[in-house]
């Protein structure tokens, strides 16, 4: 199977940095694409950034400017560096990664870390 494991969440001051990695082993024959949901209590999950095995990368408009996903194929891992946080970043993120096990492919979550940004 395959395991999906995020680190790098916590508490910051607004206007501060995090960054958040995700690591994906077992058995796994190739990664597609890799990303980060976030949730609120009560709401929805929603996408934050996404990337290809390409490096062709996705963000969701609020993210924009701010926050960098990064991966490195050699390694199944995926980051995101999170910079001028803000109040409204607290959400619970999720690494998500689509990963081709036995000749299929699969939706797999990590988690989650809590990112807590106070103002």
């Known amino acids: 199977q395959v395991q999906v494991v995020e680190s790098g969440g916590g508490l910051v001051q607004a206007g501060g940095s995090l960054r958040l990695s995700c690591a994906a082993s077992?058995?796994?024959?190739?990664?597609?694409?890799m990303g980060w949901y976030r949730q609120g209590p009560g709401k929805r999950r929603e996408l934050v950034a996404t990337i290809t095995s390409g490096n062709s990368t996705n963000y969701e408009d609020s993210v924009k400017g701010r926050f960098t996903i990064s991966r490195d194929n050699a390694k199944n891992t995926v980051s995101l560096q999170m910079n001028s946080l803000k109040p409204e970043d607290t959400h619970v993120y999720y690494c998500?990664?689509?990963?081709?096990?036995?000749?299929?492919?699969?939706?797999?979550w990590g988690q989650g870390t809590q990112v807590t940004v106070s103002s």
């Open positions: 077992g058995s796994i024959f190739s990664i597609s694409t």
């Open positions: 998500a990664v689509v990963a081709v096990v036995n000749n299929l492919p699969n939706f797999y």
